[in-house]
């Protein structure tokens, strides 16, 4: 059994940061590959970035460079640095792995950037 619970979300101007954190239960976490998503008003859930095991990464085209996905294995957490934030990156933002097969979701955090 895998528990994910997300923090760090906010309010932001735009141009501002902040840090999402993603921690994991259960020592299956280390081994899962994790991936942000985000939900923004009346869209549908999408991929932001993932992070493999080994620390390989990807990101959605419309936030390379802007936003930065790391783990540190020792404290069951992935992050997500999100820098020269835009107002279309209003969204509430999950966390997930399927490590074994099985879906986990974190409950996720609301991400507002202002005009």
């Known amino acids: 059994q895998v528990q994910l619970v997300e923090c760090g979300g906010g309010l932001v101007q735009a141009g501002g940061s902040l840090r999402l954190s993603c921690a994991g239960s259960?020592?299956?976490?280390?081994?899962?590959?994790v991936i942000w998503y985000r939900q923004g008003p009346g869209k549908q859930r999408d991929m932001v970035a993932t992070?493999?095991?080994?620390?390989?990464?990807n990101y959605a085209d419309s936030v390379k460079g802007r936003f930065t996905i790391s783990r540190d294995n020792a404290k069951n957490t992935v992050y997500l640095q999100m820098n020269s934030l835009k107002p279309e990156d209003t969204a509430v933002y999950y966390c997930?792995?399927?490590?074994?097969?099985?879906?986990?979701w974190g409950q996720g955090t609301q991400v507002t950037v202002s005009s």
């Open positions: 997930y792995a399927n490590p074994g097969a099985v879906n986990y």
């Open positions: 259960g020592s299956i976490f280390r081994i899962a590959t």
């Open positions: 992070i493999t095991s080994g620390g390989n990464t």
